[in-house]
C-alpha cells in the first residue's frame, strides 16, 4: 500500500489519468443507457408513423399536422402548469420576507398607541430580535 501511495506522490499524472478514466467510464454506462431509450423512443415513433402510413396513406400529411398541433398545445400546457407552479413559491417567498418587517411595524403602532417607547422596547428585546429577526 505504502508502495501505491508513494508512486501516486511521485507521480500525480498517473492520479489525473486514473480520476479521467472512472469518470469517462461512468459517463459511458449512462449515456449509454440514454441512448438506449432514445433509440427504443425512435422506434416506437417510426413504427407509429409505418402504422398510420400503411393503414390510409391519402391522409397521411393530415394526421400528421394534426399530431403535431396536438404535441404543440400538450406541450404548451405542460410549460403554463409548470410557470404557474414556479411562480408560486416565488411569491410564498416574497411575503415570507415581508413578514417580519410588517411584524415589528406592527408592534411599533401598538405600542406607541399604548404609549409605550417603542426604542427602549427594541433595545431590551435585542437578544429575541437578533433570533428572530436577524436582519434587525
Do not use: Q, W
Not at 43 to 57: E, M, Q, S, T, V
Not at 104 to 119: A, L, Q
Request: glycine share 4%; proline share 4%.
Amino acid at each position: 500500500m505504502d508502495a501505491i501511495t508513494g508512486y501516486i506522490d511521485a507521480h500525480p499524472a498517473v492520479l489525473i489519468m486514473i480520476v479521467i478514466f472512472v469518470v469517462i467510464f461512468i459517463l459511458y454506462f449512462i449515456f449509454k443507457k440514454f441512448i438506449k431509450f432514445v433509440l427504443v423512443l425512435l422506434f416506437i415513433l417510426l413504427a407509429a408513423g409505418g402504422y398510420y402510413y400503411f393503414k390510409d396513406p391519402a391522409t397521411m400529411p393530415e394526421k400528421i399536422k394534426k399530431s403535431v398541433d396536438m404535441m404543440k398545445s400538450g406541450i404548451n400546457e405542460v410549460v403554463d402548469t409548470s410557470k404557474r407552479f414556479i411562480g408560486t413559491p416565488r411569491s410564498y417567498t416574497k411575503k415570507a420576507k415581508k413578514f417580519p418587517v410588517m411584524l415589528i411595524n406592527c408592534s411599533k403602532t401598538r405600542m406607541k398607541k399604548r404609549g409605550s417607547d417603542v426604542d427602549e422596547f427594541i433595545k431590551s428585546r435585542r437578544s429575541v430580535n437578533i433570533l428572530i429577526f436577524p436582519t434587525l
